[in-house]
Structure formats: C-alpha cells, structure tokens
C-alpha cells in the first residue's frame, strides 16, 4: 500500500509540472530612430527567425520620429529600448536624462555629403561651385565644418540652402540642390526610390572624421532593475545582426512583410548592404556586433564636445555615455 501511494504521489507530481505553463515571455518595446528603412532590417529579420523569443522576449518593433524623440521617450520609460543616434543620445543625457547605451552598432559614421552619380561629384574638391542642401540644426550640419575644415573647403567655395528633411531631399531630386547631407544608407536610398537613380557619397569617415552612429539606448533605472533582461536583449540583438549579415535581402524582405508598405526590395537591400561595413572599425573587425572601443567613444566624445555643441564637462568621463557590460562574449 506504501509503495503503491508514493507512485500514485509521484504520477501526480509529474503530472502538475507536466501541465505547467511556460513563463510568458518578457514583452519588450524597441523604438526606431525614424520610419523603418534598411539599417533596421536585423531587428525585424531577428523576430521573424525567432532569436527574440529564445531568449524569452516578445519584441514589439515601433517606428520612431528622430533619435532626439526617441530618447526621450527611453528616457521616460515609454519604450524599454531604443535605436538612435549616440551622439543624440549623449546631449541628453549630459543634461540628465537618465539614459546610457547599452551597444554601439554603428561604430564608422554613415554621414556624407551626397549627389546623383551622373553629376561626377566624387571628391571634396568637386563640391565647389555646386549647392549643397542642408538641414539646420540636424547632426550632420553641425559636424559638416570639421568636414570642410578636414578636407580645405571653405563656405564660399560653394552654395547652400536650407530646409526640413524632406525639403532636402525634394531640392537634389528636382534639381535645386546638387549634393544634400545625408547618411550613406539612407538619404541615398530615399533619393534612389524616388528617381530610380544611383546616388554617389562623400563619406566623412574618408576624410578622418572617426566618430560613432547608432546603437542602442536604455534608461538607466531600467538597466538596473532588469539586468538579466537587457543581457537577453542584447545577446538576441547581436545574434540577429549576425544572421542578417549573412543574408541581406532576406534580412530586408523582413521588414516588408511585418510591414508591406515599408519600402522596395531593391533598396532596402541595399540600404542595410551599405550599413554592414559601418558595424565595424579597424580595432574591433574581429569582434561581434556592438562591441565598441574605449578610444571610438573618447574621439566621438572630444568631437561633438568641439563641433556638435556637447558640453565640456563631457570629457571628464566618456565611460559614463555607455556600457559593454551586457553584451555577450
């Protein structure tokens, strides 16, 4: 009678763990610097393979409005998770803002001043006599004078006009404008679907302008509080770039089908293929995905503090902006 109640107790404890249910995974909100374009192809190919939820995360995906925007809303614990502009990030969070970066994805800066290829416009010294539009204000404007400085331009050697970003891009496609400042992967492509026409770029990165871009961004209350979280975010973040670095246009019909009417095949493909070689510096060419350096950081820092209007005080300690503490190995 012993021997036939423990069995019956034993089939009944299988049984309870047996129907358990499995924890609900972890819903995690990730907020884009803007309206979905090919750099942000590897977290949309990372949930449709389902490297979020084996690490037990529910990813929602929302578009942003600019990496300022976007900040704050990390800021404010409205998005768990954002993708934005580092240097963005770093002007709030000297003023603040309870915000740090948890990875740095774009370690080689996407800005260029750019025009249609027909136009022969390769080198900085092409740029004089043409028009270059700009938007006032924005990131790339303010670091375009160490660029000039960089590569001997002055501000008379050329023409410049002024406009929102879509004025911009609305001067170089109807012809106003011969170059406008934009991101390698992005303008450009905006300009390709437009017109149907190849977009050439000047890259600041070729000219000695060594800063970061975008990674991604958390409160910092929030970091504490969910570290185990934000370790399984970023090791399923790394290993969507990776697996979306092995198939581009896979990686890009991504995004068209969590959401159709988010761009051409042709161009998103490209867009992201021209994003790839930005994850990577020299130093950390061997290294996974937002696995930034020391040095990368304390140049960006020191830059945007002498032509991006970042306080001084940020030079004290360029640590404080990020951390590879919860990256994986």
Do not use: C
Not at 26 to 54: Q, R, T
Not at 102 to 121: A, D, H, R, W, Y
């Amino acid at each position: 009678m012993v021997r036939l109640m423990a069995a019956f107790s034993a089939v009944v404890i299988w049984s309870t763990v047996a129907v358990a249910p499995a924890a609900a995974a972890d819903k995690v909100v990730l907020m884009l610097n803007w309206y979905v374009y090919g750099e942000h192809a590897p977290f949309y190919y990372g949930k449709a393979k389902g490297i979020y939820s084996a690490e037990n995360i529910d990813l929602e995906i929302q578009e942003g409005r600019g990496s300022a925007a976007t900040t704050q809303a990390v800021a404010a614990k409205t998005a768990d998770f954002g993708y934005v502009d580092v240097p963005t990030m770093m002007r709030a969070a000297i003023k603040g803002a309870p915000i740090i970066a948890t990875g740095v994805l774009l370690q080689t800066s996407p800005m260029s001043v750019m025009g249609f290829v027909e136009k022969n416009i390769r080198k900085p010294e092409d740029i004089k006599g043409k028009t270059v539009a700009i938007t006032p204000a924005d990131s790339m404007t303010q670091i375009w004078p160490l660029f000039l400085k960089k590569t001997g331009l002055k501000e008379t050697d050329f023409t410049t006009v002024a406009g929102d970003a879509q004025t911009k891009l609305n001067a170089v496609i109807n012809g106003q404008a011969d170059l406008l400042l934009g991101y390698v992967m992005d303008q450009s492509m905006k300009i390709k679907d437009a017109t149907g026409k190849d977009v050439y770029p000047i890259k600041f990165a070729d000219y000695g302008i060594n800063m970061v871009s975008s990674g991604i961004v958390a409160n910092t209350d929030y970091v504490k509080s969910h570290a185990d979280l934000v370790k399984r975010f970023m090791s399923a973040t790394t290993k969507a770039v990776e697996a979306a670095e092995k198939d581009p246009k896979a990686a890009a019909q991504s995004i068209l089908d969590a959401n159709p009417k988010g761009g051409k095949i042709d161009t998103l493909t490209q867009g992201f293929e021209l994003t790839i070689p930005l994850y990577r510096t020299p130093e950390t060419k061997n290294k996974r995905p937002f696995q930034v350096t020391d040095q990368n950081m304390t140049d960006t820092v020191n830059l945007m503090v002498e032509y991006g209007g970042l306080d001084a005080k940020a030079k004290e300690n360029p640590k404080a902006f990020y951390t590879n503490e919860y990256l994986p190995k």
